[in-house]
């Protein structure tokens, strides 16, 4: 199947595998709620269980070193891409409010970002991970 939009997840390369994978649940969380007409059905098991909707496409899980991430972000701002953003800061919170908080003490031209999730056109998102790899 072929979409006209594009989910691509970043997350920097250097950080310990727990938090990539706690950046990465929380940027899809992110993009989910930003997008709920992108979201597929609810699963139902042969039992009759019902089960939570997933996001109906794929998403790409890119790696990147600082710049690159940077990189992305800057695109993803300048052609108006949904975003998702998470910052090294709020690895030492314990809840939304205060992830919220320290994300707004950031420098709004250089935030320290350890990941950010973008969706929008596929061409958009596209130039947007441009030169970045797939994580292994």
């Known amino acids: 199947m072929e979409f006209d939009t594009k989910v691509a997840i970043v997350v920097l ?5 727990w938090q990539k994978l706690n950046v990465t649940a929380f940027l899809a969380t992110g993009i989910a709620g930003a997008a709920p007409e992108a979201m597929g059905e609810p699963y139902e098991d042969a039992g009759g269980r019902q089960h939570a909707r997933l996001l109906g496409q ?13 990189r992305a972000w800057r695109q993803s701002i300048e052609r108006e891409l949904t975003r998702a953003v998470y910052v090294r800061a709020m690895f030492s919170t314990g809840h ?3 992830n919220r908080e320290v994300f707004k003490q950031e420098s709004v031209e250089t935030p320290d970002l350890v990941g950010i999730a973008i969706r929008g056109a596929k061409k958009g998102v596209d130039k947007a991970v441009k030169g970045l790899s797939l994580h292994p």
Request: hydrophobic share 50%.
């Open 96 to 98: 939304d409010a205060a």
């Open 13 to 17: 390369d250097d950080l310990a595998i």
């Open 58 to 70: 794929p998403m790409m899980i890119y790696q990147s070193d600082p710049a690159g991430l940077l």
